[in-house]
């Protein structure tokens, strides 16, 4: 959740992000994506001792391919200001 964590620090320490609807949009794809896989590695770990253990591996590696073909793996805080350069006035 390292991209969820960080937008999570920032909204405190500065409020919301300025950013347009399609930007937002990628923001809020991204924190969704997270928690999806956040979510089924922590069913995965109920399964642990079972056959069904690997039932959620294909689920999660095709959401954290989602994932990366939005981030590329760039750290948070040079994505979030890239958003955010992107969403201001004047940006081509």
Known sequence: MRYTNFFGRHFKEH?????TNDYFSIYFNIICLENKIHGMEMLKKKYKDSSNY???DV???TLEKRLFSITTDQAPEFFLRDLVMRSSPGYH
């Open 54 to 56: 690997h039932q959620f």
């Open 15 to 19: 409020g919301q992000p300025r950013l």
């Open 59 to 61: 689920e999660i590696n």
